[in-house]
């Protein structure tokens, strides 16, 4: 074995091995998901919801801040108003609908900054791949958070 | 204007820079001249300053002898103090800084903060002058006041007690403006309230205008109510299609669909303002009856077709007999022109109108082609220079909103005399200095005897008009027009050199219409007022101006209609009509056997197309518009049409070739530039060239046309 031989293709080898087998103390990062899920950072920023208050009465009040301050204009806020009779925010004002298109969204939290009553929150679902485009434009229905009991 | 560009200059000093500036002008305007600005709320520049809100507190000095400047002690209202010589004027001290904080929290201690639920949020000058010159923060921890939210002040306006700086702009332009003197302040302090005196309906017919005016939210409107936000809208600029006044007008959108009109400034038309009618008239355009695809008739029913089949079934008719076309008026001056000519020349037809007036003067009976002067000799802002206004057998507030608002302005800030003469109450009446009621349908003996009183007092008029004159005497019409000679005279007498006489199209309804038709202009020529005949359709004067009307032989609207009842036509064409809802229309939509009906709204006539060609809207197509006054104005398309619907000039064009050959045009654009080189009033209305408050059309008649006058 020349000189040059062992220079250029064991010691790279044996050295390379090496650091595989320093690692192989270390503890795994590696996870299996779908089945094993990390925790998320407190901040993370995925899939939007629209809150409640305690008493059940959405707080969205179909003001559009959101819309307005949203960089990439993929919200759509109609506003409609309250009655006695149908109500779900309190005051004057809901939004009637409410969408997000989430393939224009870059999920940078502004909507949630603007909002006046904390109604959208950025949570930490962020598997959001789907088959159809139209799939990817979340009505009120879908983000609506559900009633408490 | 031009009387205050002659007064006296003064020289003041605007923080540090010297500047002349007109005396008296408020500080408020005189500091624009440097591109300062002055925050307000109360002072709007139309109307009278009052020095409500304190918003304007600028700190004032006066020069002395000795070069040196004494300044006043306390800050002063620079939006009612005028300029005066050697005046110093300070807008950003410390101590205005901190006026102006003071003002604005004092404003906001019972303003509630619901700005993200209130419709002026976002282009609020509340919001506006607390961003700029505001406390950032509130010390006030207090209850604050409660009063009634969304109270329906009119079926169009809603009011937000909670939310109003009492700044009396609404109840100041109900006084000043629109002259209805509707709102008024109840209570007082805090409690404040812009109301009507007996808490009815605020009924106005300018009542729109107090929601664009108010400098908060209180004020809001009805029908836009949380529509949109201003920054969910795109405006476009556009022209109100609802009267000819022709009012500048934005057109504002949300995701492509109609949400509001708001004023837009046209100094030489509305000035800023809109009336209820367009304002709130515009509703139609969301309609779910709008015709949104082409029909074509199936046995019994109308059956969606494409276009074309719906022109094929077009293009296999019309040769098959007499054609007549009636065209109505909300239909731009390319759609018009594009039209007519079709039918002149393609289809070869003369049967063809726009005039929906129960008397329709033939070609020979112009005022036009009798006078050689044209129907409208001057123009709505001229009518602030009228030494005299009269107001003649029309309900001026009804047919042309804007131009009674001019006539109020011209009597309320020039002192112009105005006479009012009609049948029923109107709310010229309420400033006029002669104000006549006539019996109503005495419109024509009225008209004689007055110009009986011009020739009386040595007017010269032609031989043929004066025949039969003296049977008219103010004392022999007294009983039949139930009027003091004595009132007919002072109205005669007001008749003359600087007199603008305004009158509308609604005169040609009379009974014996066309004596008073010809009267009036005879009137006018002889005293030498100038005439104001205006028409009141959208587009009639463009459809006057490019021709649109029967020549002499052919059939007018009613010879039409007439006809066609008798069956004498196999064609109607009819543009933008509602014929059926004419009592004599349905009679001759039966008996037509080919009824094209080229429409914007799925109405009563469509029921009787064979084929439906829905059209685009005014505001979902370019083009121009000729206003009462004979102004061509620019409206741009600010929304899409719905489904399949074209606008008339594409139709037009899509029919000539199909019928005749040619070229097609790529754009209104392109129409106007063929309108132009046809008839030459139109040269100045090309798009390029087209100035944004319009162009006015010289109207007068070519010579050809026999003067009567000698
Ligand atoms: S996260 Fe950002 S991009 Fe996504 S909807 Fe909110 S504001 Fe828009
Ligand atoms: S989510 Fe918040 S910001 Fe958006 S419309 Fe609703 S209340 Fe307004
Ligand atoms: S309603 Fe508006 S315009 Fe009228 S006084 Fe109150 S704040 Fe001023
Ligand atoms: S703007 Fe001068 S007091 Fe209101």
Redesign the pocket.
Known sequence: MSFEVFRDVVKPIVVGFGITAKRLAHPKVTIQYPEERREQFGRT?WR?VLTRYDSGLERCIGCSL?AG????R??YVGAAENTDEARFSPGERYAHRYE?NML?????????EACPTGA?V?RKDFELSNYEREDFIYTKEMLLEPVRD | MAAEAEKKEVQVTINGTKISVPAGELLVESVKRLGLEIPIFCYHPRMQPVGMCRMCLVEVGFEQQDGSVRMMPKPQAGCTLGASEGMVVVTDSEAIHADRRGVLEFLLINHPLDCPICDRGGECPLQNNTMAYGPSTSRYVELKRHLPKAFPLSKYVTLDLERCIQCGRCVRFTEEVSGDADLAFRFRGAEMQPSTFQLTDFESRFSGNVIEICPVGALTSTTYRFRARPWDIEAGEGICSQCSNGCSVWIDRRSGKFVRISGRTNEDVNEEWTCDKGKFGHEYLNSTERATSPMIRKGDSLVPCTWHEAYEAIVAELGRGAAASLVGTRVANEGMWLHHRLFHQTVGSRDVDFRWTRFLPPASERIGSKLGSPAVQGTIAGLEEAKRIVVLGCHLAEDLPIVHLRVRKAWAKHGTDVAVAYHSPTEAERFASLPIRYRKGSEADLLRSLLFVAVERGATVPEAVRTGLDAFSPEAVAERTGLAPSAIRALADRCGEGCAVVASDALLDVEGASGAYQDLAYLCSATGSTLHFFPRGANSMGAEALGLLPETGAKDTWQIVESATSGAFHSLWLVETDLAELPEGSGALENTPFVIVQTTALNETARFASVLLPMAAPPEQDGTWTSCEGRVQRMKASLHPPGEAKPAWRIACDLSILLGGGTPYFGAAEVMEAIANDSPSFAGCVYSSLPEEGAILDLTPMPTAPLAQE
Request: some cysteine.
């Open positions: 920023r939007h959101c301050a949203c960089p990439a993929c919200i997000i224009r969204c870059i999920f940078c939290g502004f909507c949630q959208i950025l």
